[in-house]
């Protein structure tokens, strides 16, 4: 069974990256946005509790953006093998892309955070994910849902000490693999790959499950889809609670915030409990705005838009958000009133340009397909 | 088939974990005492003026992480017999001993806060605030002591905290709380 485009998935992802852009415009304005969470073990007290929240929620972006990649991803190699694409030419289509965004990561992404080259964020992650899925994606889809779930049910235990970090080349592996970190310049990473493989795992199964089922049982999807986003938001509060298995972060205390302080560097289960169960309400959302009739058109249109064209959307939003050149630090800062108008009218300015990209696509697809 | 592996390789690794340190953490045990700490920490080993290495009779190790954030944990033990004789043989007065040693060793202690006391494992531990003075600024630190008669010395438990070493203006309120979260891991025999 084929699906064509599946317009929930675009307002989801679309919703997300609305949200991330909040996160990088109030990073890079914003003097006392949060982060590192993971690789700070206390959350910074000097957050109130706006300032901590306006951080906590854009949590859903890298999990839920992960998580897509893996559906799309699905998707998009069963349309291939359907019309007939072997199975190497595919393989090499998923390299490509890998490469491009690590290329772009590189070329785009890194000198926007003012970071080294070498820097690992959310866009080398995936394109390495899509390099592994390059082959990985040939086990049996029960296979991918065991690794994905061993890896992110027990990723906590893995102990990489065997691997020196006296050599930079060690410190750098552990970096990539599993631990975040910013300790030794230029070996900077953010998005290890372990613990992401599980979540794009989860995507290619859910994918493939949507291959698989017709569109008329996607649109009765939304009370699964809710009732498993409910079912992990109640285990989130249970391992927050026991404070022991599935926490990367400890719950020092009983303060709100404490309970919400997760590990995101790397993601710990507690973490994508609340992330992926926000990623399964945001598809539940989508789908009752498609059986409504409300697909396409007026804000679930804008929010469409942007899900249709991410990385366009990604590397755009950047260098709009940022609005200086490379290594110029900001000359002054936003409140947090006017980050949010700056976001606002920024999201303007996006929606106008991934429109006019989404047709620039749609007449040149061949030579615009990595982007 | 799949939930039976996931659940056997998960619940198996929970098993092999039970008793251990929390995830990301590592035991250390020796001198008399076992405390947690966290795997992305240095770790260091010393005597009581940080010159030489330590021994039974008395030493320090510690713990620090530095990125934007600062935490330092350590603990220092002394056996009686190698505490002056002119000071009380007490928790309080091995405190006030280890704070000599401490200004000996160059480091600039600010403010002291009263002493206070609570119970640890069926020990009474005396503890206060300080302040470490660096740079013109004041570090707030705690501490703690008592006496571990199963291995007849002086436990001392200390914690420094600074959230933004860029910011050192933004003072912690987490010692307190970090600082409790370390005495609940040490122990001794």
């Known amino acids: 069974m084929t699906v064509d485009r599946l317009g929930f998935i ?7 990256m609305m949200l991330m852009a909040w996160d990088h415009v109030s990073g890079f304005w914003n003097q006392v946005h949060g982060g590192l969470e993971g690789i700070y073990a206390y959350r910074n007290p000097s957050l109130d509790f706006p300032l901590f929240m ?109 691997i020196s970090m006296d050599a930079a080349w060690g410190h750098y592996l552990r970096r990539l693999i599993h631990e975040p970190g910013f300790t030794l310049s230029p070996y900077f990473s953010l998005y290890p790959i372990i613990p992401w ?85 945001f598809l539940a959302l989508g789908l009752v705005i498609e059986d409504r009739g409300w697909s396409g058109r007026g804000l679930a249109g804008v929010v469409q838009t942007f899900g249709r064209v991410p990385l366009f959307f990604y590397l755009t939003h950047l260098w709009l958000y940022r609005l200086r050149l490379p290594g110029v630090p900001a000359p002054f800062y936003l409140d947090l009133p006017q980050t949010l108008g700056l976001w606002a009218v920024g999201l303007v300015v996006l929606w106008l340009l991934c429109s006019r ?15 | 088939m799949v939930f039976t592996l996931v659940g056997a390789v ?46 039974d009779s008395a030493g320090t190790v510690s713990w620090s992480r530095q990125d934007k954030e600062l935490e330092q944990f350590g603990v220092f033990w002394v056996k009686p017999e190698s505490l002056s004789t002119n000071m009380d ?29 609570m119970t640890k494992d069926g020990h009474e531990v005396v503890y206060q605030t300080f302040t470490v003075e660096e740079s013109g ?28 070493i860029y910011h050192p203006e933004i003072i912690s309120q987490w010692v307190e709380t970090i600082w409790l979260g370390h005495l609940a891991t040490l122990t001794c025999p």
Not at chain 1, 360 to 369: A, C, G, I, T, V
């Open chain 2, 10 to 55: 998960t619940l198996g690794n929970l098993w092999l974990h039970i008793g251990g340190p929390p995830l990301g953490y590592s035991r250390y045990n020796g001198f008399g005492f076992s405390i947690d700490y966290s795997q992305r920490m240095t770790m260091r080993e010393g005597d009581l003026g940080g010159y030489g290495p330590p021994t």
């Open chain 1, 54 to 162: 306006s951080r906590f929620i854009t949590h859903f972006c890298a999990p839920t953006f992960i998580f897509l990649t893996g559906v799309s991803l699905a998707l998009s190699v069963k349309k291939r093998l359907s019309r007939g694409d072997s199975q190497r030419d595919i393989s090499l289509h998923i390299i490509k892309r890998g490469l491009v965004l690590l290329a772009l990561a590189i070329l785009l992404e890194a000198p926007a955070f003012d970071l080294p080259y070498l820097y690992f964020g959310v866009i080398s992650c995936i394109g390495a994910c899509l390099i592994i899925f390059s082959v990985y994606r040939r086990l049996p889809v029960m296979a991918i849902l065991a690794v994905s779930l061993i890896i992110i049910l027990n990723h906590q235990w893995l102990d990489l000490g065997f």
């Open chain 2, 89 to 117: 043989m007490t928790p309080a007065g091995a405190l006030d001993q280890l704070f000599g040693y401490i200004g000996i060793s160059g480091t600039m202690i600010g403010e002291r806060g009263e002493m206070e006391t």
């Open chain 1, 10 to 16: 675009d307002f989801a992802r679309g919703l997300v």
């Open chain 1, 197 to 281: 493989l599980g979540v794009m795992g989860l995507g290619w199964v859910f994918g493939s499950y949507l291959h698989g089922i017709g569109k008329d049982r996607i649109s009765k999807l939304k009370l699964p889809l809710v009732a498993t986003g409910a079912a992990s938001f109640a285990l989130f509060f249970v391992v927050r609670y026991f404070n022991g298995y599935g926490n990367l972060v400890r719950r020092w205390s009983d303060d709100i915030l404490d309970w919400l302080y997760l590990s995101k560097y790397p993601p710990d289960i507690a973490f994508l409990l609340w992330t992926l169960g926000g990623t399964c309400l």
């Open chain 1, 357 to 371: 990209y989404e047709r620039l696509k749609r007449r040149y697809p061949r030579f615009l397909q990595y982007i």
């Open chain 2, 137 to 164: 600024i004041s570090i707030p630190g705690m501490i703690g002591a008592w006496y571990c008669e199963a291995s007849g010395e002086y436990l001392m438990l200390y914690a420094v905290h600074v959230p933004d």
